[in-house]
């Protein structure tokens, strides 16, 4: 098992970056894969990004493709949302999540992550 807690969100404006930070407990965290969610107001959960056990796979969303960059410390404990150009339409609370992935790498946009954070609120202003 394993407890995740996401920091780094905040107030911006249309253009500026963010960091995201996710934490996890446990010392099986390498075991995991890890992804980020988001979810705006009146919308389901969507899938930004993920990133394999070892940090060598990632995958992405068209909708933050080359914006947004995942990576992961498994030293730390940690993985990281690195939020570029930023839009409006980036807003939304934001979900860290992990999950004992064995598939093929190209369906981890579909993969049923099994532990979620709490959730960090990002909004950008126009």
């Known amino acids: 098992q394993v407890q995740l807690v996401e920091s780094g969100g905040g107030l911006v404006q249309a253009g500026d970056s963010l960091r995201l930070s996710c934490a996890a407990s446990?010392?099986?965290?390498?075991?995991?894969?890890m992804g980020w969610f988001r979810q705006a107001p009146g919308k389901e959960r969507q899938f930004v990004a993920a990133?394999?056990?070892?940090?060598?796979?990632?995958a992405y969303a068209d909708t933050v493709k080359g914006r947004f960059t995942i990576s992961r410390d498994n030293v730390k404990n940690t993985v990281y949302l690195q939020m570029n150009s930023l839009k409006p339409e980036d807003t939304a609370v934001y979900y860290c999540?992990?999950?004992?992935?064995?598939?093929?790498?190209?369906?981890?946009?579909?993969?049923?992550?099994?532990?979620w954070g709490q959730g960090t609120q990002v909004t950008v202003s126009s």
């Open positions: 999540a992990a999950e004992q992935f064995h598939g093929i790498w190209s369906d981890i946009k579909r993969a049923p992550f099994k532990y």
């Open positions: 990133i394999s056990l070892s940090g060598r796979s990632t």
């Open positions: 446990g010392r099986t965290f390498s075991r995991y894969a």
